[in-house]
């Protein structure tokens, strides 16, 4: 979130970092986009199975992946790979590094002073409605993610979150 896969000071340092231990490696960096810009924003507003295609399709019109790969995810890229995973058997996924990957979810509102507050309940409850709606699902990235303490419809047609299809939710 916030990131892009080739930004010289994150993601692309890590790329460069294991091409030098590993000479002769191949890594693929995705991006979501066009763009470095547009695979920043796609981290906020594209819909996470639009985003998981995407990535599905770029992996399978890779000569060098065919016969598998292991990949390496960090925070919600390793979220978005456990997908892959799932959902994208070729070419097959043989490993899956996931570096702080939220594979159960967020949840919380930080800074709240303590759960006895009744306010902080009370912006709980709303954040645990509005992160399942359709509206908030398909249109920020985040919410897929939460894992709030209400229960939530097993796979129904209407909730898209991410986190609940790759959990078997």
């Known amino acids: 979130m916030g990131d892009s896969c080739c930004n010289p000071l994150s993601m692309g340092a890590i790329k460069k970092m294991i091409e030098q231990e590993i000479p002769g490696i191949y890594v693929l960096s995705l ?9 920043t924003e796609n981290g906020f507003f594209l819909d996470v199975n639009h985003q998981v295609s995407m990535v ?17 995810g960090f925070s919600q890229g390793a979220q978005f790979l456990r997908a892959v995973a799932q959902r994208c058997p070729s070419p097959p996924m043989k490993k899956l590094i996931s570096v702080g990957g939220q594979h159960q979810g967020v949840y919380g509102l930080p800074r709240c ?40 419809p097993k796979c129904g047609k ?9 959990s078997n939710n």
């Open 31 to 39: 991006m979501i986009g066009k763009n470095v810009v547009e695979d």
């Open 56 to 72: 599905c399709s770029q992996l399978a019109q890779d000569p060098k992946l065919q016969g598998g790969y292991n990949a390496m």
């Open 113 to 152: 002073p303590g759960e006895s507050s009744h306010v902080c309940d009370m912006i709980r409850e709303a954040l645990n409605r509005g992160a399942y709606s359709d509206l908030v699902q398909k249109h920020l990235v985040q919410p897929s993610m939460w894992g709030g303490t209400i229960k939530i």
């Open 158 to 166: 209407s909730l898209e979150a991410l986190l609940t299809q790759c």
